[in-house]
């Protein structure tokens, strides 16, 4: 958004799904489909090229691995110092080993337990959005969407738009897994980008057009303007908030009950995916009202705490102080 304005980054996402995504994710339904097996990409080389270059391929896929996957412990260590602050190197490198050691443990146990794990990591990192969605989407204001940065950084908004719309290859590494490859990956890829660009493309659209005013933690964040501490702003915040949010999530619920509940012919196929939005609803709404108002005043505090802590030492340092 930083790099081109909230109308290239949301036409962006709009456009590259369809002419970079789409076309990946139907040529590794194709592939694994013609060749079932576990392996994807280096299964796909050494079929084409020979045994040297398939090494090659991952052998190379292997090293890249090292960099990208310490990237998430990393980042994780990073969201987690705002709201503990600061920690030393030796406590950030035992909870980023933790990191590790328990996805590893995950990966070890097999594909269901990394499927079913999936699922939760994603609803529990969805339910939010889902949330801002709907409280926010009838407070966007359209005008915002169509705003363009002074200075454009073309290289920093297309890596980025690329690499988030990429890796869909890797979807073909447990081709050997899934039960009627012809039939599944087509429909499993499709269906996938789409949901991908939605929930890319939603949140970025409500999050940019909705006015600033409209949100519990800008609220909170006037208040806080106003004199009044990060506590007692975040219940301010939450107690206004209260109504918008309950109204929202019940009417999501209950637009989702008939799904859940299987009503209709032939959908009970549907009916897990239904209980699963509900209960992802549930849990966000949840932690909406209870989760973000105490992680707000917790990392406001800790915010005014390292503010003045450096206050007090540019005091000491100053010359003549």
């Given at each position: 958004?930083?790099a081109g304005?909230?109308?290239?980054?949301?036409?962006?996402?709009?456009i590259?799904p369809?002419?970079?995504?789409?076309p990946?994710?139907l040529?590794?339904?194709?592939?694994?489909?013609a060749?079932?097996?576990?392996?994807?990409?280096?299964?796909?080389?050494?079929r084409?090229?020979?045994?040297f270059w398939?090494?090659q391929e991952g052998?190379?896929?292997?090293l890249c691995?090292f960099a990208?996957?310490?990237?998430?412990p990393?980042?994780?260590?990073?969201?987690l110092t705002y709201l503990?602050?600061?920690?030393?190197?030796t406590e950030?490198?035992l909870?980023?080993?933790a990191v590790?050691?328990a996805v590893?443990?995950?990966?070890?146990?097999?594909?269901?337990?990394?499927?079913?794990s999936?699922i939760?990591?994603?609803?529990?990192v969805?339910a939010?959005?889902?949330?801002?969605?709907g409280?926010?989407?009838p407070?966007v204001e359209?005008a915002?969407w169509f705003?363009r940065?002074?200075?454009i950084d073309?290289?920093l908004l297309l890596?980025?738009?690329?690499?988030n719309?990429?890796g869909w290859?890797n979807?073909g590494?447990?081709?050997a897994?899934?039960i009627n490859?012809p039939r599944?990956?087509?429909?499993a890829?499709?269906?996938?980008?789409?949901l991908v660009?939605?929930?890319?493309?939603?949140?970025?659209?409500?999050?940019v057009?909705v006015?600033?005013?409209?949100?519990?933690v800008?609220f909170?964040?006037?208040?806080?303007?106003?004199?009044?501490?990060p506590?007692?702003?975040?219940?301010?915040?939450?107690h206004?908030?209260f109504?918008p949010i309950?109204?929202t999530?019940?009417?999501?619920i209950l637009?989702?009950?008939p799904m859940?509940?299987a009503?209709g012919?032939?959908s009970?196929q549907?009916?897990?995916?239904?209980?699963?939005v509900?209960?992802?609803?549930?849990a966000?709404?949840?932690m909406?009202?209870?989760v973000?108002?105490?992680v707000y005043?917790?990392?406001s505090?800790?915010?005014?705490?390292k503010?003045?802590r450096d206050a007090?030492?540019a005091?000491?340092?100053?010359?003549?102080?």
């Amino acid at each position: 958004m930083g790099a081109g304005g909230s109308f290239l980054a949301l036409l962006g996402i709009i456009i590259l799904p369809w002419l970079w995504s789409l076309p990946t994710a139907l040529m590794t339904a194709e592939l694994s489909t013609a060749m079932p097996e576990d392996g994807g990409y280096v299964v796909w080389v050494e079929r084409a090229f020979g045994r040297f270059w398939g090494f090659q391929e991952g052998w190379l896929s292997w090293l890249c691995s090292f960099a990208d996957n310490a990237l998430y412990p990393v980042m994780f260590v990073d969201y987690l110092t705002y709201l503990r602050g600061d920690m030393p190197p030796t406590e950030r490198w035992l909870i980023g080993t933790a990191v590790i050691t328990a996805v590893t443990w995950i990966n070890l146990r097999g594909i269901r337990l990394v499927g079913l794990s999936s699922i939760m990591f994603s609803l529990i990192v969805l339910a939010p959005f889902a949330i801002m969605v709907g409280a926010g989407a009838p407070q966007v204001e359209t005008a915002n969407w169509f705003q363009r940065a002074d200075n454009i950084d073309w290289a920093l908004l297309l890596s980025t738009l690329l690499w988030n719309t990429s890796g869909w290859d890797n979807a073909g590494c447990c081709a050997a897994e899934v039960i009627n490859p012809p039939r599944n990956y087509p429909r499993a890829m499709i269906v996938t980008v789409v949901l991908v660009t939605t929930v890319y493309l939603l949140p970025m659209a409500v999050g940019v057009g909705v006015s600033n005013g409209n949100l519990l933690v800008t609220f909170a964040n006037e208040m806080r303007e106003e004199g009044m501490g990060p506590i007692e702003a975040a219940i301010e915040g939450g107690h206004v908030r209260f109504r918008p949010i309950i109204m929202t999530a019940l009417a999501m619920i209950l637009g989702m009950l008939p799904m859940a509940l299987a009503l209709g012919t032939g959908s009970e196929q549907n009916a897990p995916l239904g209980r699963a939005v509900i209960g992802g609803l549930f849990a966000a709404t949840l932690m909406t009202l209870f989760v973000v108002p105490a992680v707000y005043s917790i990392f406001s505090r800790t915010l005014i705490g390292k503010k003045e802590r450096d206050a007090r030492i540019a005091a000491v340092s100053m010359p003549g102080a």
